[in-house]
């Protein structure tokens, strides 16, 4: 957790909860900072002061980060992934919290019996559906696949739900899952080694916290067996998949942060409600797919990381 000095009572304050310090969440964080900036509210002109709290994987932290931007009596907080919509909303009724990075409320578990959002809640999430289009790549690119191993976060309600969205995608083309559990990023070496070891034709990478803060673990394991990974995630295309359809992370922070900037424009006098990811993508890494001789096909965009 990491902390600022008292704000200027003229300029409105917000806090960033993040669950962990990983790439792919730092691209959201960014373009949620972008946009406010854009709209005119931003630490380097004095006009916005933000307070960052990061559990680093922890649930106890992300608890503790949730009080602790509370107790700054902030105007909103954003937070960056489900586990931190999750807590932030489960700690404060009366700030308003601005989701990215996570599922459609309902998926998350965050609606009531008559199916309501939490009235402090909004932001942009994103729902499953998406996820067939992903898998489609797979046999796109290699046609014979049959098995399809992949690792969740047996803890994280929107792996398990992704994971079951793969399993019908998967089933639907003819393909099988080989699914293994982990609760945390120390174990992820460890059971994607178990997952090799079962020969699976590719490696799908699910949305959740683990696979974000683990991915380069991941990459390295299915490289050295010539695995082939595949994701629902722009992000981990530049980590290291092959190729993806799915959010741009950036963009979704992007889009949440016009929001926020839109909320605190309003003078908290209405807090809009949640909204849809709008921006999603195909993204093929060429330098990851070389290794399967692969080439971008038109309407990709095509990036070269490691």
């Known amino acids: 957790m990491t902390s600022c000095s008292n704000p200027s009572k003229t300029v409105p304050s917000i806090g960033f909860l993040d669950i962990a310090e990983d790439a792919t969440l730092a691209k959201a964080r960014t373009g949620f900072l972008d946009a406010l900036a854009k709209n005119g509210f931003s630490e380097k002109d004095k006009t916005l002061k933000v307070y960052f709290s990061n559990a680093q994987g922890e649930i106890a932290v992300l608890n503790q980060a949730c009080d602790y931007l509370i107790s700054k009596n ?69 046609p014979n696949a049959i098995n399809v191993g992949t690792i969740y976060n047996s803890s994280e309600p929107q792996s398990r739900d992704a994971l079951e969205e793969l399993q019908k995608a998967a089933a639907a083309s003819g393909m099988k ?83 926020a900037a839109n909320y605190l424009k309003s003078n908290t006098a209405l807090i809009p409600k949640p909204e849809l990811v709008q921006v999603r993508q195909y993204v093929f890494n060429s330098k990851a797919a070389a290794r399967f001789n692969l080439v971008a096909p038109n309407g990709f965009i095509v990036i070269n990381t490691p």
């Not at 909004?122 to 898998?135: K, P, Q, R």
């Not at 174990?187 to 803060?213: C, G, H, M, R, Y």
């Not at 595949?230 to 959010?247: D, K, M, N, P, Q």
Request: with cysteine; hydrophobic share 45%.
């Open 74 to 142: 902030v105007k909103l907080i954003a937070a960056n992934s489900t586990l931190s919509t999750i807590a932030a909303v489960q700690h404060t009724k009366e700030i308003p919290v601005c989701m990215m990075v996570a599922p459609r409320p309902d998926l998350a578990g965050l609606t009531d019996a008559q199916g309501n959002y939490p009235k402090n809640l909004f932001g942009v999430f994103e729902t499953l559906a998406y996820i067939d289009s992903s898998v489609a790549l797979i046999k796109r690119f290699f």
């Open 177 to 259: 899952i080989i699914a293994l559990p982990v609760t945390n990023s120390s174990e992820t070496q460890l059971v994607t080694q178990s997952l090799i070891a079962k020969k699976p034709d590719v490696f799908f990478a699910l949305p959740d916290n683990v696979i974000f803060a683990s991915f380069e673990t991941v990459v390295k394991a299915c490289n050295e067996a010539q695995l082939p990974v595949f994701t629902s995630e722009a992000g981990l295309v530049g980590r290291g998949a092959i190729a993806s359809y799915g959010a741009d992370f950036y963009q979704w922070g992007f889009q949440a942060g016009v929001e």
